[in-house]
């Protein structure tokens, strides 16, 4: 084999690698009127179940605790002991501050949130859990969950203003991080939000969008460390020419 023909074979494998990057199969999950929901494309099913919590009191440093879900045209939160009037029954952190957890039966990396009602704004945060086992949330502050496993992927804000019952589709998590366990948590204070952002946020969660990331098989190199790989292939085969010459 020539040092012509090396080449051309080394750029061909380079090739292959490129192509053999990270699957996305994409995933939905619509919470019309039920807490749980399986997102089945191409025969495979991956179910999503939400649970509501809620802080103990109005402030922010109390311990969370399990609240009641609303199910109508999407997910609101209903602290128990709390008035339920209107835009009370969306998620919001005036007063109580308020989230959903969602727990997938296989870890996903979420994409979209759609809310299918919006009042006033609809800022939130996005948390996936990186612990080990379950996580539980009961006893603990917002502040406690980044010291025990969960890890802040974004933060999702709007500038404007929304008329009451508009709606919203929020990009997120841009990185593809996956877990099991997501928590989406109305703009609070503990969470890295500024006291001007927090309080006037409403909204019901309709639809998540995720995608189940495939790695690559493994002796893959990752898509970055590609063209390093191919710079040095084809130094080699330089070298290896000149020496023959």
Do not use: C
């Amino acid at each position: 084999m020539n040092v012509k023909t090396k080449l051309l074979s080394l750029s061909s494998s380079v090739l292959l690698l490129a192509l053999t990057v990270p699957a996305h199969a994409a995933f939905s999950w619509t919470f019309d009127s039920s807490p749980t929901n399986t997102g089945a494309p191409s025969g495979t099913s991956i179910t999503a179940t939400a649970s509501a919590w809620a802080t103990s009191t109005t402030n922010i440093a109390s311990n969370l605790e399990s609240a009641r879900l609303r199910q109508y045209s999407g997910l609101g939160v209903k602290p128990f002991n709390v008035s339920e009037s209107r835009p009370q029954h969306a998620i919001d952190a005036n007063g109580r501050k308020e989230s959903v957890l969602f727990s997938f039966s296989q870890s996903i990396a979420l994409t979209k949130v759609y809310m299918s009602y919006v009042y006033n704004d609809a800022d939130f945060s996005l948390l996936r859990y990186t612990g080990t086992g379950g996580p539980s949330l009961s006893g603990q502050s917002y502040s406690d969950l980044l010291l025990n496993g969960w890890e802040m992927v974004g933060k999702s804000n709007y500038s404007g203003g929304y008329t009451d019952g508009s709606s919203r589709t929020a990009n997120v998590n841009s990185s593809m991080l996956s877990s099991s366990y997501w928590l989406v948590a109305a703009a609070n204070t503990a969470l890295g939000w500024s006291s001007g952002w927090t309080g006037n946020d409403y909204f019901k969660l309709n639809t998540l969008h995720g995608k189940v990331v495939t790695p690559p098989p493994t002796g893959v190199p990752s898509v970055g460390t590609l063209p390093l790989l191919a710079l040095s292939l084809l130094g080699f085969a330089f070298a290896s020419r000149r020496k023959r010459t």
